[in-house]
Nanobody, 124 residues
Framework: QVQLVESGGGLVQAGGSLRLSCAVS????????MGWFRQSPGKEREFVAS????????LYADSVKGRFTISRDNAKNMVYLQMNSLKPEDTAVYYC?????????????????WGQGTQVTVSS
């Protein structure tokens, strides 16, 4: 069974930075693309970023492009989301997810395993 555990969330002022981490169990971590999603109260879960299995390809939502960076360390079974220049509208629960395939993908239907989420709150 694959398990994903996010960490690194918290409270930060607008303009600040946070780095989210996601630890993934299992021996096949490097076979799948990974992604980050977020969900705020009253809104649907939305795509944030995705990275291909080898890390050579990344994809971002327009709302975070230029501010967030997704990366992975296949030797450590870890995926990261570096978030800079945070805005109050970035406040949400952030979820790590493992894709079904090897390439980046924006649709949540393309992901089969999800973490429990970590809260990010950005104050103005």
């Amino acid at each position: 069974q694959v398990q994903l555990v996010e960490s690194g969330g918290g409270l930060v002022q607008a303009g600040g930075s946070l780095r989210l981490s996601c630890a993934v169990s299992g021996r096949t971590f490097s076979r799948n693309a990974m992604g980050w999603f977020r969900q705020s109260p009253g809104k649907e879960r939305e795509f944030v970023a995705s990275i291909s299995r080898g890390g050579g390809s990344t994809l971002y939502a327009d709302s975070v492009k230029g501010r967030f960076t997704i990366s992975r360390d296949n030797a450590k079974n870890m995926v990261y989301l570096q978030m800079n220049s945070l805005k109050p509208e970035d406040t949400a629960v952030y979820y790590c997810a493992r894709a079904r395939g090897v390439d980046t993908i924006t649709s949540s239907y393309g992901y089969e395993y999800w973490g429990q989420g970590t809260q990010v709150t950005v104050s103005s």
